[in-house]
């Protein structure tokens, strides 16, 4: 199973982003998506996640700016990020806690390759 994220780039404050994220491979279920970032020199934070159900939750740093929103047929999940700042200036990793086909008795978590997402003043 791999997590291919994409999205990200160079933008200016006040701008918008949108990421994705998309799981493929052998998946039995996905429960739960998130959306991490790392800022150079600092530790990685949870940004938001959502269930299957679609319960979801956000860091305080991102209330009312972003969405996370996901697509469970297409095993994708998203991230639109509104009135940006250079303290969003990060790389953005998606993660999944999921099941594969050939062991579904076994849940884990996947990790994406990360995009970057820089923030101009």
């Known amino acids: 199973v791999q997590l291919q994220a994409s999205g990200g780039g160079l933008v200016q404050a006040g701008e918008s982003l949108r990421l994705s994220c998309a799981a493929s491979?052998?998946?039995?279920?996905?429960?739960?998506m998130r959306w991490y970032r790392q800022a150079q020199g600092k530790q990685r934070d949870l940004v938001a996640g959502?269930?299957?159900?679609?319960?979801?939750n956000y860091a305080d740093f991102v209330k009312g700016r972003f969405t996370i929103s996901r697509d469970n047929a297409k095993n994708t999940v998203y991230l639109q990020m509104n009135t940006l700042r250079p303290e969003d200036t990060a790389v953005y990793y998606c993660?999944?806690?999921?099941?594969?086909?050939?062991?579904?008795?076994?849940?884990?978590?996947?990790w994406g390759q990360g995009t970057q997402v820089t923030v101009s003043s």
């Open positions: 491979g052998s998946i039995f279920s996905i429960s739960n």
């Open positions: 959502i269930n299957f159900s679609g319960t979801i």
């Open positions: 993660a999944a806690s999921l099941r594969a086909v050939c062991f579904p008795g076994l849940t884990y978590s996947s």
